[in-house]
């Protein structure tokens, strides 16, 4: 079972709909969760973190946190085809605090 | 702002060369991070570091090492390159303490390996 673990799309969201991305981690004791962004040959860049169980506001995007059943999901609300990317999910390890782990990615494609 | 830098965009290198990739940030973070990113596998840990002369195996160690000799320092080392360590590796750097912080990435190496 691979530690973190989302689905790889492509997901494709009509322009101003809401995107909902997912993500499941195996290690129960994880502790901080965090959404990157990769544009196409470009590095990520942090979008949202996480440590909390709920919700987690930041202007369009939401990210939904619950250790119970270990998934944590990003939501993004009136989608622009600027949001266009691969969405990577990261969780830190508990064994290793400072270990980052980051699942495979899902690809967003926003339709005009 | 964080910087981490990458000492090259892209490497081309012959197989069984020992190739080293170098990596320094100037944020004085305590963790320093190693990933390859191939399509369709997403960002894979080789090694992560959490102090000067510290390393820990992430998923992916077998065929690399790593040297953190000063803080803002981590070098990546392939002993003897082969075909399938062709892939774009990442280096990123991150404050310490339990409760994690983001990771600022570098730019990338595109290594190929003929």
């Known amino acids: 079972q691979k530690e973190v673990e989302q689905n790889s799309g492509p997901l494709s969201v009509p322009e101003g709909a809401i995107a909902s991305l997912n993500c499941t981690y195996s290690?129960?004791?994880?502790?901080?969760f965090f959404w990157y962004r990769q544009y196409s040959g470009k590095s990520p860049e942090l979008i949202m973190f996480?440590?909390?169980?709920g919700d987690k506001e930041d202007g369009r995007f939401t990210a939904q946190l619950n250790k119970a059943s270990q998934y944590v999901s990003l939501l993004i609300r009136d989608s622009q085809p600027s949001d266009s990317a691969t969405y990577l999910c990261a969780v830190n390890g508990y064994s290793s605090a400072s270990k980052i782990i980051f699942g495979s990615g899902t690809r967003l494609s926003i339709r005009p | 702002d964080v910087k981490v830098t990458q000492s090259s965009r892209y490497l081309v290198k012959r197989t069984g060369e020992k190739v080293f990739l170098e990596c320094v940030q100037d944020m004085d973070h305590e963790n320093m991070f190693w990933y390859r990113q191939d399509p369709g596998l997403g960002l894979r840990l080789i090694y992560f570091?959490?102090?000067?002369?510290?390393?820990e195996k992430g998923d992916i160690p077998e065929g690399y090492s790593v040297s953190r000799e000063k803080k803002e320092r981590f070098s990546l080392i392939l002993e003897s390159a082969s075909t399938n360590q062709t892939s774009m590796y990442l280096c990123?750097?991150?404050?310490?303490?339990?409760?994690?912080?983001?990771?600022?990435f570098g730019q990338g190496t595109r290594l190929t390996v003929v």
């Open positions: 990123a750097s991150s404050t310490g303490g339990m409760m994690n912080t983001e990771a600022f």
């Open positions: 290690d129960r004791g994880s502790q901080s």
């Open positions: 570091s959490y102090d000067v002369k510290m390393k």
């Open positions: 996480i440590y909390s169980n």
